[in-house]
């Protein structure tokens, strides 16, 4: 390896000498393309709430929204994710069904102002419309009714894809949900809406923000349907199966705490995957940032090269917008 008296031979600091080195042979990129901005309106306001726990994330009114994914468009972003926060919330989360509800006139909104220039997604899942704050409708005695919730979904779905929207994302973590959304939608005729399932989601203390992004006070846990951070191999096991249920994309979910799960799951699979970088890992960055404890733009961006690198394809990001800017647009 030495040659006497001169040194090391080997020497890969070599390829990190300069700038222009060190970018020809990172095996990593992030590209505006690849990032999706999750975004919340919020029905009966005018102008954008503050979201306390992530400082620079609101809940929009329906104009503002329209605002923010043109804005999206503009930077090249792949995409949007829609949540929707509506005024009543009750036990059924009927806001979720009605074509007249929130969520659904924001994806009409949104699909008005922006085309075919953006992917528009959004959340299919009860949470946000019911007043207990679980993804799906209870048993008499308190239990998450996984069938009786797929009833749900599949109305969710048709009301969604009538709306407009491009691809749905089933959140929820009910067995089977995969397959009768889809079915839903192709008996709808919309066989051309895609599901962007979230496959491999864990029950996580890293979602505590985003309760307050949509006003949410969760009754209980939800580990009898979100996974246990324990398993890795279940997490495949999901993902593999909403692959046969016609998943287009899986996901994982939360990323920074699952990056051996979105290896595995990339692995594993011949759809692209996601990771969801979540609320959580969102405020943790910025809190610290705030507090001058870490350099705030190389943090982030270290971060979303890391999900990419674990093997995500694409990334939902609060930060997408942002990063986008840095990044340089590709539109
Ligand atoms: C469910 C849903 C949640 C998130 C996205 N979709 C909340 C949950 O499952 O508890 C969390 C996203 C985040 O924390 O950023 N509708």
């Not at 016609?246 to 920074?256: N, R, S, T, Y």
């Not at 405020?283 to 995500?312: K, Q, S, Y």
Request: glycine share 8%; hydrophobic share 45%; with cysteine.
């Amino acid at each position: 390896m030495t040659t006497d008296g001169l040194g090391p031979t080997i020497r890969p600091r070599r390829l990190r000498t300069t700038a222009a080195l060190r970018r020809m042979v990172a095996e990593t990129s992030v590209e505006p393309r690849q990032l999706v901005l999750p975004l919340f309106v919020r029905e009966g306001i005018s102008d954008p709430q503050p979201i306390s726990s992530m400082p620079g994330v609101v809940q929009h009114s329906r104009s503002t929204l329209k605002a923010a994914a043109a804005e999206a468009a503009e930077l090249g972003l792949g995409g949007v994710m829609l949540f929707g926060i509506p005024e009543h919330k009750d036990a059924t989360g009927s806001g979720a069904i009605d074509p007249g509800g929130i969520l659904n006139l924001a994806i009409t909104d949104v699909v008005g102002e922006v085309g075919d220039a953006l992917t528009v997604m959004s959340d299919l899942c009860l949470d946000e419309f019911t007043d207990h704050g679980h993804c799906g409708v209870l048993t008499a005695d308190g239990k998450v009714d996984n069938d009786r919730t797929l009833a749900a979904y599949a109305e969710m779905a048709r009301a969604q894809a009538h709306a407009g929207v491009d691809m749905v994302g089933p959140s929820g973590m009910m067995d089977g949900q995969v397959a009768v959304i889809r079915d839903a939608l192709d008996a709808a005729e919309h066989t051309d809406v895609s599901i962007l399932a979230y496959s491999a989601k864990y029950a996580s203390a890293f979602f505590g923000p985003f309760r307050e992004a949509v006003d949410s006070s969760l009754q209980g846990d939800r580990r009898t349907y979100q996974q246990d951070s324990a398993n890795a191999v279940e997490g495949v096991r999901e993902a593999l199966l909403d692959v046969d249920e016609g998943a287009d994309i899986v996901m994982v979910k939360p990323a920074l705490a699952y990056l051996d799960v979105i290896r595995r799951v990339r692995d594993a699979v011949d759809v692209p995957v996601a990771a969801y970088n979540v609320s959580g890992e969102y405020a943790m960055v910025e809190a610290a940032a705030a507090n001058g404890w870490i350099d705030r733009e190389p943090a982030i961006l270290e971060t979303l090269t890391a999900i990419r690198r674990a093997g995500a394809d694409v990334i939902l990001t609060y930060w997408a917008a942002e990063a986008a800017r840095w990044l340089g647009s590709s539109a």
